[in-house]
């Protein structure tokens, strides 16, 4: 198995009351990047909680990081079969699957956005194996996390939004997540700016915004909320690697409650590295949710 790195209104408070009718408090996890032998049935999930496992990755490109037009293929850690994602979303109702798209790299080689030769064809193909894909994996989304760009980057929104748009037309899929972060803010802020009432959550990465302290990391949220949907940006943490880091988290979910903001999901990268620690970041988090009243 290959070796993965993510450096991963009036009439809109109505939207707002049915978004979060609709998914309640939300835990977003990606699992399975580092090829470790991580299953899911070892992550913690709390009753109350919507979890969200995203497997990492599903790549568009061969073993050796040659491009493939759009023909995804999965990479994730081979404990993360059918069988048991089937077997962890009967356990627990609120479980989804979804499949994370691209991320840094396969093998050593760095994985870039392309502008496909002909975009149609491009978003045919990637319709055509993400389909296939979901009826195999039992998937619920997908979540976008392409993170290098060409410098003329001319497809990516229209690709990317175009493809979310007709997987959910075609009921293949029901939640479609973006994981930015502060390289890549531009062609992820074009594609929520066209696309974005096909967007559910914005993961943006914040541990890649080199903030350590709370307050630092409110003014972070602050910035991202007025770039993307305070209301899908989810808070993030990164087990043992940049950013915030240990309890000054929490501290940090507690003063973006006391600033306004409603906290009512988490993104956490990854499974494969909390498995070492019991999940006490995935449990804490939970609990953090669980226990937060705070609703805008």
Not at 165 to 177: E, F, G, M, P, R
Not at 245 to 273: K, T
Request: hydrophobic fraction near 40%; include cysteine.
């Amino acid at each position: 198995m290959f070796k993965f790195h993510l450096f991963l209104f009036h009439v809109s408070g109505i939207f707002f009351f049915s978004h979060q009718f609709c998914y309640g408090k939300v835990m977003m996890e990606y699992i399975g990047a580092t090829g470790a032998p991580v299953k899911l049935d070892a992550v913690p999930i709390e009753d109350g909680i919507d979890f969200h496992f995203l497997l990492s990755f599903a790549i568009d490109a061969d073993p050796s990081g040659n491009a493939q037009n759009g023909k995804f293929s999965p990479y994730w850690a081979d404990t993360l079969t059918p069988e048991s994602i089937a077997a962890i979303k009967q356990s627990h109702p609120s479980v989804k699957a979804l499949a994370s798209l691209s991320g840094w790299s396969i093998g050593n080689k760095v994985l870039r956005w392309y502008n496909p030769v002909d975009v149609q064809q491009w978003i045919s193909n990637a319709f055509s194996s993400l389909s296939l894909m979901a009826r195999q994996y039992h998937l619920d989304g997908i979540d976008i996390d392409y993170e290098n760009f060409p410098r003329r980057n001319s497809t990516f929104a229209y690709c990317i939004g175009e493809l979310i748009t007709l997987l959910k037309n075609q009921s293949v899929i029901s939640l479609a997540t973006i994981a930015p972060y502060h390289k890549t803010a531009s062609p992820y802020i074009e594609l929520f700016d066209k696309y974005g009432d096909v967007i559910d959550f914005v993961n943006y990465q914040f541990y890649t915004d080199k903030v350590r302290q709370p307050r630092s990391y409110v003014e972070a949220f602050k910035l991202r909320a007025g770039q993307f949907d305070e209301n899908k940006v989810l808070p993030s943490y990164e087990v043992n690697g940049r950013g915030i880091q240990g309890e000054a988290f929490f501290d940090a979910l507690r003063l973006l409650e006391a600033n306004g903001f409603s906290v009512n999901g988490v993104m956490i990268f990854s499974a494969d590295a909390s498995s070492s620690d019991h999940f006490y970041y995935e449990r804490k988090s939970q609990d953090f949710l669980l226990n937060s009243t705070l609703s805008l």
